[in-house]
C-alpha cells in the first residue's frame, strides 16, 4: 500500500508491495499519489524496475542497446564516426524496430530490414551494416549478459559482391589532379593537398586513414619509410618510399611546424579528403571511382617491383588471399611480360 507524509517542500510518497519498497518526492500530494498508483502498478504486473537496477532484456530497448554500445565501444575504435552515423540512421529509419524491447526482438524484424535495405543499396554495404548490428548483439550477449541469442544468428547475409578491380588510367589521374588544383608544390589549398595525397597513395598503397594521420617525427627520409603506428587490421608498419613518393613528402616541407613533432604531414582531415576527391571526380565525370581504388592501383603497380612477401608487408596485408583481391593486373599486361 502506499503511505504519503507531507515534507519540506512538498510530499514524499512510500510504496511497498510484494516486498518492493520504493519512495519518490513530489512538490503535491497530487503527484505524489499518481506516481505511488503508476508505480504500485507496475510492481503487480511485474514492470517495475528501480531507478538505479541494472537492465534487461525486458526492460532495454534496441535503441538503447544501440546507443549504448555507440558510447561505449564505437568511441574507442578508428572506424567510431561511420559506427555513430550507421547506428542513428538505422534507428531514425527503423523506429518500430528500435522502439523493440530486448527481449521481444526477433530475427524476422532483421530479415524484413534487410530486404527493405537492399533496394535501396548495395550488398556490400548490407553486409557492413549487418555486421555492426550483429556485433551490437553480440556484445549484449556475451559481455553484458542482456540477452541469450543475437536476433541476427539467424538471419541470412546477402551474397557477397564479387571484389573491385577496378584501374585507375593515367588520362583520369590527369583530369583529377588538374580538377584538385595540384600543381606540384603548390598546396595553399586543401584541395591541392587531397591531390598529392591521391598520388602518394597510388605510391605507397597506404590508406586514407593512415596518411591523415602521417605527422613529420613518423617520417624518416633520410631511410626513405614512413611509419604508420596505427592501421586498419591493428599492425603498426614501415612504408618504403619511392622517389616520387619522398618528393611528394619534402614538397610539404614548407608547410611544416618545426614546434610540433608531431605535426600533420598533409594537414588534411578525413571529411576534406573525402568530400574534395568526389567533387572533383563528379567534376570529371569519371565513373565508379572511389579514393579507395588507389590501393588496388598501388598494389598491383608494386607488385611488378616487389616480391609478394614484400609487398604484402609494405601494404600491411597478413593473409595473402585478400592480398590475391587487390592485386588487379590484366592478362594482357600479363603477356607482355612473358614476351619479355
Known amino acids: 500500500m502506499a503511505s504519503f507524509q507531507k ?23 497530487a503527484k505524489a499519489q499518481a506516481w505511488a498508483g503508476e508505480v504500485e ?21 534496441v535503441a538503447e542497446l544501440f546507443r549504448r554500445y555507440s558510447q561505449k565501444v564505437s568511441t574507442t575504435k578508428d ?39 537492399l533496394e535501396h543499396v548495395s550488398s556490400a554495404t548490407v553486409i557492413r551494416e549487418m555486421n555492426l548490428y550483429s556485433n551490437i548483439f553480440c556484445v549484449a550477449r556475451d559481455e553484458s549478459k542482456l540477452i541469450e541469442k543475437s536476433p ?6 546477402p551474397k557477397e559482391p564479387k571484389p573491385r578491380d577496378r584501374r585507375i588510367s593515367d588520362d583520369e589521374s590527369e583530369k ?13 589549398t586543401i584541395s591541392a593537398r587531397v591531390g598529392a595525397m591521391f598520388l602518394f597513395a597510388i605510391e605507397t598503397g597506404a590508406r586514407a586513414s593512415e596518411m591523415v594521420r602521417l605527422t613529420w617525427d613518423r617520417v624518416t627520409l633520410s631511410r626513405q619509410y614512413v ?20 618528393k611528394i613528402i619534402q614538397s610539404f616541407a614548407p608547410l611544416r611546424d618545426k614546434e610540433n613533432k608531431a605535426d600533420p604531414v598533409f594537414k588534411v582531415n578525413t571529411s576534406q579528403l573525402d568530400a574534395l576527391f568526389r567533387k572533383a571526380r ?24 616487389l616480391a609478394v612477401l614484400d609487398l604484402a608487408r609494405m601494404v600491411g ?10 592485386y588487379n593486373e590484366t592478362a594482357e599486361d600479363m603477356a607482355k611480360k612473358l614476351a619479355n
Not at 44 to 56: K, S
Not at 176 to 188: C, E, R, S, V
Request: with cysteine; net charge positive.
Open 317 to 326: 596485408i597478413r593473409d595473402l588471399d585478400i592480398l590475391m583481391v587487390y
Open 41 to 61: 502498478a507496475a510492481i503487480l504486473n511485474g514492470t517495475y524496475r528501480a531507478p538505479n537496477a541494472p537492465p534487461t532484456a525486458e526492460s532495454m530497448t
Open 152 to 157: 541476427l544468428s539467424g538471419v541470412r547475409r
Open 176 to 188: 583529377l589532379l588538374f580538377a584538385l588544383g595540384y600543381g606540384g608544390n603548390d598546396f595553399a
Open 282 to 305: 563528379d567534376k570529371c565525370k569519371i565513373k565508379d571511382l572511389h579514393f579507395h581504388d588507389t590501393r588496388h592501383e598501388a598494389i598491383t603497380r608494386l607488385a611488378k617491383k
Open 227 to 246: 611509419h604508420f603506428p596505427k592501421t586498419k587490421n591493428g599492425f603498426a608498419r614501415d612504408v618504403a618510399l619511392s622517389p616520387r613518393a619522398i
Open 79 to 117: 572506424g567510431a564516426k561511420w559506427e555513430q552515423s550507421r547506428i542513428e540512421k538505422f534507428l531514425a529509419d527503423n523506429e518500430a524496430i528500435a522502439a523493440t524491447r530486448l527481449s521481444e526482438c526477433t530475427s524476422q524484424q532483421f530479415a524484413d530490414w534487410r530486404d527493405a535495405r
Open 7 to 29: 515534507v519540506k517542500g512538498g510530499w514524499r510518497a512510500y510504496v511497498e508491495r510484494r516486498g518492493v519498497r520504493a519512495t519518490g518526492t513530489y512538490d503535491t500530494k
